[in-house]
């Protein structure tokens, strides 16, 4: 079993940055990849980025590419995304979850068995 508390979010205005943490607790954190998702108001939820159980790989969705960075301190049990370049676009609810069977196809929701409830985003024009 795995738990995972989002914080971070906020309103922030266009242009602006944001750092998402998500603890964990439970399984070891250092055995398993995790991934940011995020879903807008009346839209699917979607793949932002994933990191390896190590740090060693990240992957990007491409509207993120460039703006936001995925990063991990196994000592502290957490990941993170930084958030910068905001556009009003990126307004969502954001979701960690963690990928135990170390699936690579990061992009797929199923692939991930474990999911935290959530920070909402809010980026103002």
């Known amino acids: 079993q795995v738990q995972l508390v989002e914080s971070g979010g906020g309103l922030v205005q266009a242009g602006g940055s944001l750092r998402l943490s998500c603890a964990a607790s439970?399984?070891?954190?250092?055995?398993?990849?995790m991934g940011w998702f995020r879903q807008a108001p009346g839209k699917e939820r979607e793949f932002v980025a994933a990191i390896t159980w190590s740090g060693g790989s990240t992957y990007y969705a491409d509207s993120v590419k460039g703006r936001f960075t995925i990063s991990r301190d196994n000592a502290k049990n957490t990941v993170y995304l930084q958030m910068n370049s905001l556009k009003p676009e990126d307004t969502a609810v954001y979701y960690c979850a963690a990928n135990v069977r170390y699936n690579t196809r990061w992009v797929l929701e199923r692939v991930y068995d474990y999911w935290g409830q959530g920070t909402q985003v809010t980026v103002s024009s």
């Open positions: 439970g399984r070891t954190f250092s055995s398993y990849a």
